[in-house]
């Protein structure tokens, strides 16, 4: 079984958040995020911004529940 496959047989809401390149900057403010996002795959993007996604992701985006998000710019 693949990882991306496993969540799914858990009875729990859940969401993957997948980032591009990761680095130590401060945040933008600024990114591009959601199950069909399509995210350019060099451009680094923020931890700070990163972990803006994953609240989002977490309080704020009932509709990416049991999805793969793409983040990045």
């Given at each position: 079984?693949q ?17 591009v ?5 401060p ?8 199950p ?19 609240l989002?992701a ?13 983040v990045?710019?």
């Amino acid at each position: 079984m693949q990882a991306r496959e496993r969540p799914q047989k858990i009875d729990m809401e859940w969401v993957i958040v997948r980032p591009v390149v990761l680095v130590d900057k401060p945040a933008k403010g600024r990114y591009t995020a959601g199950p069909l996002a399509r995210v350019a795959p060099l451009v680094p993007l923020s931890f700070d911004d990163c972990a803006d996604c994953l609240l989002r992701a977490a309080t704020d985006e009932p509709n990416w529940i049991g999805k793969i998000v793409n983040v990045g710019s």
